[in-house]
């Protein structure tokens, strides 16, 4: 399969239009039949593949950052009589197990993102569906604040993944039905094993939208909706915001090379090394700076790039079961920055890089690899950067003679960085001792690796003469265990304490249609997923309940 | 496979010991390598298969009914260094996916029965390790409140499952390990991945368990912290237990006949027909009422008699994708019962009567088929048997002419039959409107289809026209559709809402264990489980990490 990319800007989108007007975006589907990811199959009914919704990722991020003025994202399709399809199924049926999950991961992590782009960035969001909303359609309005139906004795909203393709609805629909919108357990069961969906009045009173809309008055509600919604939003009128140039990357046979990143794939071991530099110019001190800097500045550039690597060992590197992730350079700047990011944290930009940041670090936790951290002199685990040590399944810290390699904390490491759960990942480490975590974040200046290991922050710190054994084999030993149960029980361990919608979803939801998706009733040689749309068949099922 | 029975006796055990001497209940595990439920395999080192779990089972319901005197529970092994091996691998190597799944099941609800023991009957609980506990042995150590490991320099406790199997620990141990026990993360990791796990004082600084104590003072020491624990409980002395004597029941080709039950199979349509009646003799009206009548009052026999059957369709009937849950007789004597023990909750019998009733209901919201309750005139859908239809995935309600079918609440839906979420499945199905909760719950008297339907407590109300061709195009369209499709879905739908140890453990490790289970690095020609124990061959996996 070709490399794919996850990189893309409006002047290159295929399938969708991002429209501004004042405080009102509308980013309607249009998608492209013929431009799919990947050949063999059409991209009919606005369905959607892995390259669609690499448009809608990148289209949310832009509104973010170049749009601060923008209060409402209106949600809509240029078909007529048809939102959304949702996932193409023969490309479903096309791909392989891996591929499957991957693509439902980043679908649900961009259906996230629009929900923490209205809570946290106040970018209210309204579904206008036009049309039929069918399966990841629907889902995709789910993710919105708000859902207007048309209303044309037509127009359904359904999920027709069980009755049809013996699969679930893969981006979080089940969970969103009943715990985000309350929709009644028994109805949601009805409305789940209903492929035609539901239209109209029972739409309503059902909340599965909000309001049904008339065809010759849809138009019009939708534009009054929009301007009520963009009333509850905090964002500044008349702003300019900054641009989100293409990313300085090359690529090779063996990684990728990034100003601030660097990520070199070791075949032979199955492992990765992941490289973020701390920043090595002067960074902005207040929002005017981050306003000049643009996207060039350190804490938005390493961690856009940071993103992008992970996106790209997810998609592209199968194989690599292991990240070794190192740091490099002044840990005092990348404290600075912090600093100032904390200072400042109201600002509307300012407030963009920490949920930029944020989101990077739940790309990792949330990423099916193992994490190492690898700490040794001249590294900049500090802050911010110190997350991906938080973050990383264990951590490795030098006990070198001199004391020189050293840890620091910083105001980020305070909440402002939280987890899936809603916890910051020094809460989760140690669960229930608050105490402990408040004494920590009072400790000014740096750790070295024995009060690093005695304060519980990093796992194991072995000394000069063990630290190359102790280290080899920890990722010998990682690397040769299996990929599955590894993916399993990292899954399980890295979100302790509370669980969340989010969580929800990852953790049940795609548990679950991981599962279904191995199983000979959906992807067997007639499992539904496999015979769907082949004339004259019909899935056959092996009978007994698990 | 021949039929699995759930019924047993301490006469009957041949792998536990349980002594009651006082205050202190000792169940110890000595495991008969050649009694295995299946041929095929030894349960050597006390490993354990369904047929040991099943003994462990019934010991702590005895405990609760028969012994209300004992306060502790010590938990231990007859066996020299070895306290238990785990799941018997060879067991599940030769068993089927649904075996298995079914198996984890099992044992997953009786650790969590020990656990709810401790919380609600305030049975406290020991778990003496005079040697190693290994995987699903280990596992049972978590379920207790103490883990007391002996210090001979040889004896462990590990999760080897990972390493060696390539699959996870199945009966909660990274859940409880992390969210109970609270070990830090990346020491569960590394715990987590090394088969031949951790010992001495390293298991106590990270929590794996609470005390090493050397072989000298071993039983010395587990005696006094029994007692210390026995201190704990609120049990009364000195009190005599009622007997639970054998289940009057009839098992043939269609199904198992009860006293207050009756299951019977519908093989062509893959249906089970689950009819639960009502008392018809009158019922105890006090706690000394429930002393007298011992195992035989409805409140007892009819919820033993449920959970024997819901089991028997779990284990046996694997084809059965739908539950339609049907009462019969006069629900003003269930509301009379419940509102008995709603009183008198406060009693040790009492308080095992609901914690019963509790247990049966939430092992229907955990058991992998559709349930429909059918609720038509002459039923008993009133109280605690109204938990049936709230646990059903729908329920339809005949609206008669002549408004004579009826439902009714009663206490018990109060709050006092919760699901494993820790809410009512009054509050489940009407998430966040409390008001709503409390308006129903006042209500006094019983509502017919029209008010039931208005209320929410019933999904749909078809009169006497609809009903027939509604109902069976209802069963119809779900035997049709995928079982794992619905699992999948069901699992989602039921548990709304906030999510606790035992959800997180039902749906975030089971769900990725089944998805283990399936793939083919554990169960394929080269999996690790396959290749387990024979000379010369090691896995081979799959390295796409997913």
Sequence with gaps: MATIHFETDPDRYRHWKLDVQGDTATLAMNVDEEAGLAPGYALKLNSYDLGVDIELADAIQRLRFSHPDVRVLVVTSLRDRMFCAGANIFMLGKSSHPFKVNFCKFTNETRLYLEEMSRESHVKTLCALNGTASGGGYELALACDDILLVDDGSSAVSLPEVALLGVLPGTGGLTRVVDKRRVRRDHADFFSTTAEGVRGKRAVDWKLVDEVVPRSRFEARVRERAAELAEQSDRPPHTRGIELPRLARTESANGVEYTHVSLTIDRERRVANLLVRAPRDPQPTDPDGFL???????????????????????????????????????????????????????????????????????????????????????????????????????????????????????????????????????????????????????????????????????????????????????????????????????????????????????????????????????????????????????????????
Tied chains: 1, 2.
């Design 292 to 546: 000049r800097a643009g996207a060039s500045a350190w804490a938005i550039a390493a961690w856009r790039e940071l993103d992008d690597a992970i996106l790209h060992l997810r998609a592209n590197e199968l194989e690599i079961g292991l990240v070794l992730i190192r740091t490099e350079g002044d840990p005092a700047r990348v404290l600075e920055v912090d600093h100032t990011v904390a200072r400042h944290r109201e600002h509307w930009l300012v407030r963009e890089i920490l949920l930029l940041q944020k989101r990077v670090l739940k790309r990792i936790d949330l990423t099916a690899r193992t994490f190492y951290a690898l700490i040794t002199p001249g590294s900049a685990f500090a802050g911010s950067l110190f997350e991906l040590a938080l973050a990383a399944d264990r951590s490795y810290m030098l006990a070198d003679e001199d004391q020189a390699n050293a840890i620091a904390l910083s105001p980020l490491n305070r909440g402002l960085l939280p987890m899936s759960t809603g916890l910051s990942r020094l809460d989760a480490r140690f669960l229930g001792a608050s105490d402990r975590v408040a004494a920590l974040l009072d400790h000014e200046g740096s750790l070295d690796a024995e009060r690093a290991l005695d304060a519980g922050l990093v796992t194991f710190a072995p000394d000069d003469i063990d630290w190359d054994d102790e280290v080899r084999l920890a990722i010998e030993e990682r690397a040769a265990m299996s990929p599955d149960a590894l993916t399993g029980m990292e899954a399980s361990l890295r979100f302790v304490g509370p669980e969340t919608m989010e969580t929800k979803i990852f953790g049940r939801l795609s548990a679950w249609q991981n599962w279904i998706f191995t199983r000979p009733n959906s992807t067997g040689e007639k499992g539904a997923i496999t015979v769907y749309g082949k004339a004259g068949q019909r899935p056959e099922f092996d009978w007994r309940r698990t």
